[in-house]
């Protein structure tokens, strides 16, 4: 694999050849990305500014000195020099590795659960009549699919994947809107600025998310957490999708529960009629 690097220069490299300049502040960063070169990876710049102890500017600053655009940049090709030394010290099978972090990531979203928050999302979403779904990317699969298993138990939704759309749907909320924005970074540009606009509007917002800090749980009245949190390498990876999926199924089947007999009735009612496409 070739690694994509900075002026030709990796990234770890790049921090020693700028380490006697640094400040007392960007010392408690690189000493932070030192001891901890797999985790930052999946750190938000939030989470890394709370590890190191330091401002976010800052942490801004120290990246942009060293000649990146910012964290996500860093990020990106420090994930593809880690990635260049896994292949040469890991012998684990690409099987075993995918089978092992879907396992994690289910068990380790259900270890995050927090069973207030989702009841409450629950009794937020059966209340309301008017249910939108926010997602991009990959998340805008995990919301179309959301909206499946919403549509399937009777729950009147809509799935807005496009960002120009969702800014449109977004202008026509009100308070009786419920919002369920998907984002496993909690930071994708185009989610953020469509819920910023539906709070506007005085919606409410669920965050399904693996960041309890981030600019997405700014504007979210409740925040679900996931975890299966993907290094830049592997953005739209099923593993991340998998811990997605968990809250949703969450989500879906508490409101079954909420609303069985209604729930049974819709779903046989589909049944019936789909079968009809069926030879």
Do not use: W
């Not at 600019?215 to 811990?243: R, W």
Request: negative net charge.
């Amino acid at each position: 694999m070739e690694l994509n690097q900075l002026n030709g220069v990796k990234p770890s490299i790049t921090m020693e050849q700028y380490k006697h300049s640094f400040t007392k502040s960007e010392k408690k960063i690189y000493q932070y990305i030192q001891s901890n070169s797999q985790q930052v990876l999946y750190h938000s710049l939030t989470e890394l500014s709370e590890e190191s102890g330091v401002a976010e500017a800052t942490v801004l600053r120290f990246f942009r000195k060293l000649g990146f655009k910012g964290f996500q940049d860093f990020k990106f090709l420090y994930a593809q020099e880690m990635a260049v030394y896994d292949e040469r010290h890991n012998e684990a099978t690409y099987a075993d590795k995918i089978k092992d972090n879907m396992v994690q990531a289910i068990e380790n979203s259900h270890e995050v659960i927090d069973y207030d928050i989702l009841q409450q999302c629950i009794e937020t979403i059966n209340a309301a009549d008017d249910v939108v779904l926010f997602g991009v990317g990959s998340s805008g699969i995990a919301a179309l699919d959301m909206q499946n298993r919403l549509m399937r138990i009777g729950k009147h939704v809509s799935a807005v994947t496009d960002p120009h759309f969702q800014f449109m749907r977004a202008s026509s909320m009100n308070a009786e809107t419920v919002v369920i924005a998907l984002s496993l970074t909690g930071s994708t540009k185009d989610i953020v600025d469509s819920v910023e606009i539906a709070k506007q509007q005085n919606a409410t917002v669920i965050a399904l998310t693996n960041y309890i800090k981030s600019p997405l749980t700014q504007y979210a009245d409740h925040v679900l957490l996931s975890s299966a949190k993907e290094s830049p390498l592997d953005s739209g990876s099923l593993v991340a999708k998998v811990s997605q999926l968990f809250l949703i199924d969450l989500i879906c089947t508490g409101l079954t529960i909420k609303n069985y007999n209604h729930a049974e009735q819709i779903k046989m009612g589909i049944s019936k009629n789909t079968a009809r496409k069926l030879y």
